[in-house]
């Protein structure tokens, strides 16, 4: 599975059967983030200062991952927050429909409350997700040291908590691991400056509102 991919698992609560409202309101920010961590692992972006802007290259192969690389600015620089947040609406169909299309996902057309037509994800193999989340949790966990090199688990363990993703960090796990979380965001940070900041501002600003665009 690409970044993205795995990132959409990740918010699925293996226990509860089911995406929780709570863990799913900041993913659309979390996909383009991921695709960015992935531009940033590729040498497809520059994030000299903080800010962002496209290198030249040839275009990702995915298309999701290529579609957030077009968005960036070529010339001037410009600030994280407007690549994670502005378009997170759209992020989250195209990831889907390429989990539905691998068999990862189903997507069932329902109404909610008997009027409102939403669509409704479930996960083929809960064991295959649980095993990734535990996949994340495990360098923190065992107390191994951020990764030397930008790997998926490493931005992966940074951005559960950024957005307080339950099934992967519970609060209790936020503040008994603390200063190894913090160990690991300030080695992402050394990879992509700029980027986690931007993530955990846009989840903030659509949680203070009811935001997230999830069905």
Known sequence: MTLTQKIYLLCYSVPKGKFPLDDIQGRG??????????????????ATGGKVKRLPGTPP???????????????????????????AHTAETPVRDQLAEAGRVTVSREKKLGVIPVDRVAVVD????????????SGVLEGRAPSETL????????????????????????????????AYAA?????????????????????????????
């Open 126 to 137: 809960p064991d295959a997700v649980r095993a990734l989340q535990d996949q994340v949790r």
């Open 151 to 182: 790997t998926d688990e490493l931005a992966m363990a940074v951005f559960a908590v950024e957005l307080e993703l339950s099934p992967v960090w519970s609060k209790e796990e936020r503040r008994t691991y603390k200063e190894e979380l913090k």
């Open 61 to 87: 192969q995915d298309p999701f991952v290529a579609a957030v690389w077009q968005d960036l600015p070529e010339h001037a620089p410009r600030g994280w927050l407007k690549f994670v947040h502005d378009k």
């Open 187 to 215: 080695r992402f940070d050394g990879f992509v400056p700029g980027l986690r900041a931007a993530l955990r501002d846009s989840y903030l600003s659509s949680r203070a509102v009811g935001g997230g665009w999830s069905a």
């Open 29 to 46: 920010q979390t996909l383009r983030a991921g695709a960015l961590t992935e531009l940033a692992r590729t040498g497809l972006l520059d």
